[in-house]
């Protein structure tokens, strides 16, 4: 499956963004879909992720609350919503594909989008 993140963009402390992760070529609702994100210096993180139908997420302790992932199988895209963000939000967020439910490594990757959260 290929994947095309977009939504990225500069906000103020507080602010708000959602981005989209678009999927091709596979069978969208047989996939797994997560969020992740890499600041500068820093390695890749899971933010978020969400089972095939949507039911089940999982987040990480910093954006809990704050952050909403979701999915609409028919659009073939997965969002995450994110509130109340913080300077520390600043990465590059990709999104990411599996079949398997919270895979050691995930099988496809998007191409990333910026996000950049100013003080």
């Known amino acids: 499956v290929q994947l095309q993140a977009s939504g990225g963009g500069l906000v103020q402390a507080g602010g708000s963004l959602r981005l989209s992760c678009l999927a091709s070529?596979?069978?969208?609702?047989?996939?797994?879909m997560g969020w992740f994100r890499q600041a500068p210096g820093k390695e890749r993180e899971s933010v978020a992720y969400i089972s095939w139908s949507g039911r089940s997420t999982n987040y990480a302790d910093s954006v809990k609350g704050r952050f909403t992932i979701s999915r609409d199988n028919a659009k073939n895209t997965v969002y995450l919503q994110m509130n109340s963000l913080k300077p520390e939000d600043t990465a590059v967020y990709y999104c990411?594909?599996?079949?398997?439910?919270?895979?050691?490594?995930?099988?496809?990757w998007g191409q990333g989008t910026q996000v950049t959260v100013s003080s």
């Open positions: 990411a594909a599996d079949k398997s439910w919270v895979p050691v490594i995930w099988g496809s």
């Open positions: 070529g596979g069978t969208f609702g047989s996939y797994v």
